[in-house]
């Protein structure tokens, strides 16, 4: 996953970051430690927020999707990526968070 030419986030059932890769770090300009823990929503601005929270609902239904989507980085940039994410459920069907792959836009 550290070779990989896109950013690798996976998030829990609460959206909190449990991995990134070091491609993900570079385009949003944290470091693993900095984004580590954090939610999701963190990365994004009030409108990102409300866009991100109706995609989230649709992952927790076993939605996958690739999307367009603003983020903002730690010098407060707007980065625009093509995120691809998948959900991930345990056993039972229970949600227990998202796998993304996401490429910036030059």
């Known amino acids: 996953m550290e070779t990989a030419q896109e950013g690798i986030w996976m998030i829990d059932e609460l959206n909190k970051t449990t991995f990134v ?5 570079e385009i949003l300009e944290y470091t693993k430690d900095e984004m580590l823990g954090k939610e999701i929503y963190y990365f994004m601005d009030e409108e990102g ?3 991100a929270a109706k995609l989230m609902q649709d992952k927790r239904r ?3 999707g690739q999307d367009d989507f603003k983020h903002i980085s730690k010098s407060g940039k707007e980065i ?3 995120i691809s994410a998948n959900p991930i459920f345990d056993e039972e069907g229970k949600y227990m968070g998202a796998l993304a792959m996401l490429s910036e836009y030059r």
């Open 49 to 51: 927020k409300q866009i």
């Open 62 to 64: 076993g939605v996958n």
């Open 80 to 82: 625009w990526t093509s």
């Open 21 to 25: 890769n070091q491609k993900l770090c």
